[in-house]
């Protein structure tokens, strides 16, 4: 139960004075519902503003506040700005040019009445213009320096400001968490002092360092929680006798990393404390492979192995796989998904009870109520980086005793970042790939070319190929994501016919997905139009043409993800990555660094360091954002100290008792990371 303490802070938004129901949809559009997420909602930056008495060409590109007196105006017919000409006290004209709205600016500024503005002073030729400047009433001027605060529709910074500080108004005087040597030796101040600070001066970065730790330590302190309770827990040991895993047979050799890593994996499963272990391994390294030999391994000790995968194809697609492989040797494999009813479905659930089923495949079906196992032994979760912390947790809970678990990632993570989402865990890489598989050549093409590009995928087709055309979302929501790609598939079924192109976009239903994405993968389409939907869990060997339009708007992390869904058969595979116009520096940078690499785990590292604060690594994808105030540096600057902190506090008060352990508990409460002092009670 969360400290009375914190109760305040989460209050919902509607507590403030002020906010209406329209002010808090507005809020929500940021994710802003309760007091603490204004509190923590930071500006960014400041705009600095000059008091001046008249302009002065030294200004330009400033933002000035000065008293002007229109003396003329102009309102062209058509579409143009309506322009308001003013002279200041030096006698220097000044264009005040407004875009809409004509009849309000003539009557804010009328002719031969001096009035107060502000706005940035630019060139406009020889003349000077201030640009839709603000009119300023009643003697009210803005601070000399504000901090500019991220908004939306509705909510003026200034009322975005007033409302921040109104919640931290809620937040009290809390226990110092933080070890008291690193407290000194950075010279922080106090939480509630720094969150406040914070406001007042966004440039703060020792402000902003404090706030970054406090999270990250709560990150931290939360996954060695987890860990020493699983640790603490009673599993069974695996161990097999290796009759079915020298029965398999394998279409190549073992790489070095496969070998080793199947190993580690035997190692632990043959000790009591259950397996948390994390497999890394880039698009097309052998995860599958290391994954069914730990099965295996689960099935010849006695025990039966689950494996969990984020959606419906991507199950059926290992299922198809598994039963290839395993029939031969006598392994009873089966399916379940949410799709799977009646009879089917019962079989399934009898099996599982009375243990005649060895390996189950399926989505988040298989850890519903209903589905009980005999002796579940392994659980294996696929694509890992789709589920949390939570969902680790609530799959350790479906047996007797807890399983073994191994999470696999095909999504390449820094190794800063893995200590922050799989902190609780061991980890392992594969870094080799298997002999005979042919990287993948990416262009970088200007969506000038597109008729050229069009025209090429119209010779792809010909030659019976298939080919993935991705766009991008067209807001930062997946509910729009349908626009672009729709918009594209309409043009691309003109071309080439609309028994050709498939569409699958994050507002179809899942079986709509599905549906459309087997049609694929069986051949009947040529083309498949689509969102970062694709990301995951499509094998189509047949397709070797991947083009990604708008590719800056990607970032890296996603982009080799998608150029994965290639170069998964023999032939030859291209990535083309179509670029707009205006591309930034960091833009150009990561499409360069596409075209010139493979290697997931170096992409991953300059994600890291090209994105900006705030964008860390793979949570837009899984709707994750872990941290609200830490930027990517930080987490690899802070994420050693705050561990060597939380692991330090735990080997001296593992049952956070002590005064700076009951400060730590408020930190996981604060910072939503409390699930692990449920752990603390029932371990």
């Known amino acids: 139960m969360r400290p009375e303490i914190l109760n305040p802070l989460f209050a919902e938004v509607e507590v403030l004075k002020g906010v209406g129901p329209g002010i808090a949809k507005a809020l929500a559009r940021l994710g802003l519902t309760r007091a603490v997420d204004l509190a923590y909602h930071l500006p960014t930056g400041t705009i600095d503003r000059l008091r001046v008495p008249a302009a002065a060409g030294t200004m330009l590109g400033r933002i000035l506040i000065l008293d002007v007196t229109p003396f003329d105006s102009r309102s062209p017919a058509g579409k143009g700005p309506t322009r308001i000409f003013a002279a200041d006290r030096d006698g220097n004209t000044i264009t005040l040019t407004f875009f809409n709205n004509p009849g309000w600016a003539k009557k804010q500024l009328p002719l031969g009445e001096q009035r107060t503005v502000s706005g940035k002073l630019e060139a406009y030729g020889d003349e000077w213009q201030i640009i839709h400047p603000e009119i300023l009433e009643g003697g009210a001027e803005p601070p000399l320096s504000e901090a500019i605060y991220p908004l939306t529709e509705g909510i003026a910074n200034r009322r975005m400001r007033e409302l921040a500080l109104t919640a931290l108004q809620r937040a ?96 632990d499963m043959a000790q009591a404390a259950p397996m948390l272990r994390l497999l890394q391994g880039d698009v097309g390294s052998g995860k599958t492979l290391v994954a069914l030999l730990a099965m295996l391994e689960a099935v010849e000790a006695g025990a039966q192995a689950a494996m969990l995968a984020p959606t419906e194809i991507l199950a059926r697609q290992h299922f198809a796989t598994l039963q290839r492989q395993l029939d031969a040797i006598g392994v009873r494999v089966a399916i379940l998904t949410g799709r799977d009813k009646g009879r089917a479905r019962e079989a399934v659930l009898m099996g599982l009870a009375d243990g005649s089923i060895d390996i189950l495949v399926g989505t988040h079906a298989i850890f519903q109520e209903k589905v009980a196992y005999k002796r579940l032994g392994l659980v294996v979760i696929d694509e890992q980086h789709r589920f949390g912390v939570s969902q680790r947790l609530l ?31 061991d980890v392992s890489r594969l870094d080799e790939m298997p002999p005979g598989r042919t990287p993948v050549e990416t262009r970088v093409i200007s969506d000038e070319k597109l008729p050229e590009v069009v025209d090429a995928l119209g010779r792809h087709i010909a030659a019976g190929g298939q080919a993935y055309w991705v766009c991008p979302l067209v807001e930062e929501s997946e509910k729009s994501d349908s626009a672009a790609a729709e918009q594209r598939a309409a043009v691309l079924r003109l071309r080439f016919g609309p028994d050709k192109v498939g569409l699958v976009h994050g507002r179809m239903k899942g079986v709509e997905k599905d549906d459309v994405m087997a049609s694929f993968a069986a051949g009947h389409l040529a083309v498949l139009i689509a969102t970062t939907v694709i990301e995951v869990g499509v094998d189509v060997p047949n397709s070797t043409l991947m083009i990604i339009e708008d590719a800056e708007r990607f970032g890296l992390a996603q982009l080799h993800q998608l150029r994965g869904r290639v170069g998964r058969g023999a032939g030859a595979s291209t990535c083309l990555l179509i670029r707009g116009q205006q591309l930034s520096e960091t833009g150009r940078a990561r499409l360069a660094l596409m075209r010139e690499t493979n290697d997931g785990f170096r992409i991953a590292e300059e994600d890291l360091r090209l994105r900006g604060p705030g964008e860390i690594l793979g949570t837009r994808q899984s709707g994750e954002q872990q941290f609200r105030v830490a930027t990517p540096e930080q987490v690899s600057e802070l994420v050693p100290m705050a561990t060597d902190d939380a692991r330090m506090l735990l080997d001296r008060d593992g049952g956070l008792a002590s005064e700076r352990g009951q400060a730590a508990r408020i930190a996981l409460y604060l910072f939503e990371r409390d699930q692990a002092i449920d752990l603390i009670r029932s371990g």
């Open 172 to 267: 009290p005087e809390l226990p110092e968490w933080i070890e008291p040597s690193l407290l000194q030796r950075d010279g922080w101040r106090p939480w509630r002092m720094a969150l406040a600070e914070a406001h007042v001066d966004p440039l703060a970065t020792d402000v902003r360092k404090r706030l970054a730790y406090d999270e990250i330590f709560a990150n931290q302190l939360a996954l060695m929680l987890i860990r020493q309770h699983a640790r603490q827990r009673k599993g069974v040991p695996l161990a097999g006798d290796g009759r079915l895993t020298s029965a398999l047979q394998l279409p190549y050799q073992l790489t070095g990393a496969q070998a080793r890593v199947a190993q580690e994996i035997r190692s």
């Open 395 to 425: 799959l350790t809970e479906k047996a007797a005793h807890p399983p073994h678990l191994l999470a696999m990632t095909a999504t390449p993570i820094p190794r800063t970042l893995t200590l922050t989402q799989f902190g609780e865990m």
